[in-house]
């Protein structure tokens, strides 16, 4: 089936060159005969092609250009394919009697203007700037009459509520990926949804629970399901495994004690994790824990606050455009799926579970006239309450805060001006506002919330260098090495300690991802981190070195780190680690 997205320019998810049409009847003919695709065979995404060629997104003709006499770039990118794109020309040619450039238009025949062309060549050159660190584009993603949200100011409401089955061995819960009809800030929108719906349902699980989670993917094209966060086994988490359509599996895993905290999932097919996440295909899992039920959370206003940006146009989520490799930004960012709703506040506490759910946006925030009082990360609760008056939350970080509300108002919660050095956000934009009615009193906050263990440097077994980078064009890579899922990159012992030590030597933020195995930071440039946390999200400004601690405990077998940018992390941005016992 052909795929909507970010490959493509007329939506089939294929990349396209051009051959005279006699040319093309000649190759296909020799390419069928020898098991393979003739040149002019359409390229699917995934497959390699040379490291200095480019894919091209725009209908280019094929030429060759230099660029500040250095870069040589060719528009015709694609090479030869498998046999299978061979195999669907003959069929094609036997069922229409003719070559499928005649009498029907075919998938990799066009004419582009010389307009078109143009304004693809200066695609090019502009993302050659960004790739290579040379700027930052300003806000993108700016509101346009099909996208302008019809509704606003509604009720905040929470996603739905995963129905969960608990027998006296397991929990037991399904879920599903689907393109669905859904209604995203007054739009009715058809889009790829978990469960049928933006965000997908809350999975709610407790401490000691063991839990057997059966996914299936109804969709037209492969999908994966990564339960992030969670302390999934490298088996359990099968960071390398897709869906077909139709497919299903189970995942079984334990929640582990003192795993209490706010997690999410969201899909991991490589290549097309941005598209499958930027389309809505995220939700969030909340563990709870016997802290929760003490006096200072117990009685707090404890809401789900899922920070999500997209783009809409004809009642779709807009695909990827070409400079979008460097990390789209939508034209506006909903909270669970609606544009600036209202939280109306039940006690004088608010604890906010915040998620950024974003592919690539992240979310430097900021409650109007309050105080943000972190008290969990990524890996769940920290030791005590820290005071904040700002929090940034990189694409796939989660933060907890209480709120401790001053009076009766109604105060905005904003995303404040931030430049990751791809896009400059110049101006705050309110996401949420909440109403506190009179009355309302605030709880006393903790004075202690969890144990967090003290990782000893010194007794660390290896150290290792993780150095972020990019090349034109728009490709990204650790350590000079484009993710490659037979390579494994490190290999460590479980059971030891190892300490990373994570450069970015890129203009862009990275931030930087583990699978099943937490982690925590020593030192960010050279300096000491205030607090103890448990992290699986660390980020990386540009330039910035970043010292942490990594316990390989409980699991072995095969996982991946990566930036948790979805456009990078398909652009090669991601590596293997093989824990062995």
């Known amino acids: 089936m052909a795929r909507s997205g970010e490959r493509g320019v007329d939506g089939t998810g294929l990349y396209r060159t051009r051959r ?19 040149r002019w065979a359409v390229q699917p995404h995934g497959a390699r092609v040379r490291r200095d060629v480019l894919r091209i997104r725009a209908p280019l003709r094929p030429r060759r250009f230099a660029l500040r006499g250095r870069v040589r770039l060719c528009a015709d990118a694609a090479r030869r394919g498998g046999a299978r794109n061979a195999r669907v020309a003959a069929r094609t040619r036997q069922r229409n009697g003719r070559h499928p450039s005649r009498g029907r238009k075919s998938a990799v025949s066009f004419s582009p203007s010389r307009r078109r062309f143009l304004k693809g060549t200066s695609l090019i050159v502009g993302g050659a700037a960004l790739a290579l660190g040379g700027g ?4 993108s993603g700016a509101l346009t009459p099909n996208d302008a949200p019809t509704q606003s100011g509604e009720r905040l409401t929470p996603p739905p509520t995963l129905s969960v089955r608990r027998e006296a061995a397991f929990v ?32 709610r699980l407790h401490e000691g629970d063991h839990v057997r989670l059966h996914f299936r993917n109804r ?42 905290g706010t997690y999410w999932y969201h899909p991991h097919a490589h290549g097309d994790v941005a598209r499958q996440l930027f389309a809505g295909l995220a939700g969030a899992v909340v563990v709870a824990g016997p802290l929760d039920d003490e006096p200072g959370l117990r009685d707090a206003d404890d809401r789900l606050i899922i920070l999500k940006d997209f783009s809409l146009s004809g009642g779709q989520v807009n695909a990827h455009a070409p400079l979008d490799g460097q990390g789209k930004h939508g034209s506006m960012t909903l909270v669970n799926g609606q544009h600036r709703p209202v939280l109306h506040a039940t006690s004088g506490t608010l604890r906010l579970r915040l998620l950024n759910a974003s592919t690539a946006r992240p979310y430097r925030l900021a409650l109007q006239d309050h105080e943000l009082h972190l008290i969990a990360t990524d890996g769940g609760l920290i030791e005590k309450p820290v005071a904040l008056t700002e929090l ?21 919660l904003q995303r ?27 709880v006393r906050l903790p004075h202690v919330l969890a144990s967090v263990e003290r990782l000893d440097p010194a007794t660390a077994v290896a150290t290792r260098r993780l150095v972020f980078d990019a090349t034109f064009p728009l490709r990204f890579h650790i350590n000079g090495q484009f993710f490659d899922p037979a390579r494994t990159d490190f290999t460590g012992r479980r059971g030891t300690l190892e300490l990373w030590e994570l450069e970015n030597a890129h203009a862009f933020d990275h ?16 300096l000491p981190e205030p607090f103890r946390a448990w992290r699986d999200v660390v980020n990386l400004r540009g330039g910035e070195r970043v010292k942490i601690a ?32």
């Open 20 to 38: 005279a049409p006699g040319e093309r009847a000649r190759q296909a003919g020799r390419a069928a005969e020898n098991g393979r695709a003739p």
């Open 136 to 139: 930052s584009l300003v806000a």
């Open 172 to 203: 037991r819960a399904a879920l599903f990926t689907a393109a669905s009809p859904v209604r995203l800030a007054g739009h009715a929108v058809s889009t790829l949804t978990y469960g049928g719906s933006v965000p997908g349902p809350t999975l």
């Open 219 to 260: 969709t037209a094209e492969h999908t994966s399901l990564h339960l992030h966060g969670l302390p999934l086994s490298p088996e359990a988490d099968a960071p390398f495994g897709h869906q077909m359509p139709g497919e299903a599996r189970d995942i079984e895993f334990d929640v582990p004690a003192g795993a209490a």
């Open 392 to 412: 940034l939350l990189a694409p796939g970080e989660r933060a907890e805060v209480l709120v401790r509300l001053r009076g009766a108002g109604r105060f905005e």
């Open 416 to 442: 404040l001006p931030y430049n990751n050095g791809a896009v400059d956000q110049g101006s705050a934009d309110s996401l949420l506002t909440v109403h506190a009615p009179a009355g309302l009193r605030p």
């Open 511 to 526: 931030p930087f991802h583990l699978h099943s195995f937490g982690v925590q930071v020593l030192e960010r440039g050279g």
């Open 550 to 581: 990594v316990p390989l405990q409980r699991f072995t077998g095969r996982t991946v780190f990566h930036c948790h940018v979805a456009e990078h992390e398909d652009r090669g941005m991601m590596g293997v680690l093989e824990v062995r016992d």
